[in-house]
C-alpha cells in the first residue's frame, strides 16, 4: 500500500512540475503581444506625430507645450492624491455619523478636477492651433479616438453590468 501511494505522489508531482514548466513557456512566450506602445514603436505622442504628419518643428513646439501642461497639472494630481488619501482615512473613524466630512472631500476632489479638466482643454486649443487645416481635422479625431480609449480602456470597469 505504500509503495502506491509513494507512486502516486511523485506521479503528481511530476505532472505538476510539468505543468508548471509548460505554463512558464507560454507566459514567457506571450509577454509584450498585448502592449501596443510596445508593438507600434511608441506611445500616444509618436502615433499623433505620424498619424498628422507632423513637421519637426510641429513636434518641438507640441512637445513644449505638453511639457508645459504637465508641469502644470502635476501638482493637481499630487493634491488629488493626498486628498483622496485623507479621504480614504476617514474609513476608520467610526464617529462620522452625517456626509458633512465626506461631502467637503468629494468637493475638494471636484474642485482640483475641474481644474485639470480646464486646463487640458486649454492645452488641447493651444495644440490644435500648432496645426493646418487638414492637420487640425486630424488632430481633432485623434482627440476624439484617445478619449474614446480612455474611456473604454482597460483600467476602467463597467458598473452598468450587474453580476449574478
Known sequence: MKITSNKILS??????LV???VLLI???REKGKHSPRRSSGGGP??????????????KKDYQKLRDEHFAAIRPLFDSIREIR????GLVKETNIS???ALNVYSGRIARKQAIIDKL??????????LFSGDQQKQFDEFVQKMMQQRMNGPRR????KTSN
Open 157 to 160: 470597469r463597467d458598473t452598468t
Open 120 to 129: 487640458t482643454f486649454d492645452h488641447l486649443q493651444k495644440a490644435r492651433a
Open 11 to 16: 506521479a503528481a508531482v511530476l505532472l505538476l
Open 19 to 21: 505543468v508548471n514548466t
Open 85 to 88: 488619501k485623507e479621504f480614504m
Open 45 to 58: 505622442f509618436e502615433t499623433m506625430a505620424k498619424e498628422l504628419n507632423m513637421t519637426e518643428q510641429q
Open 98 to 100: 452625517s456626509d458633512s
Open 26 to 28: 507560454f507566459m514567457w
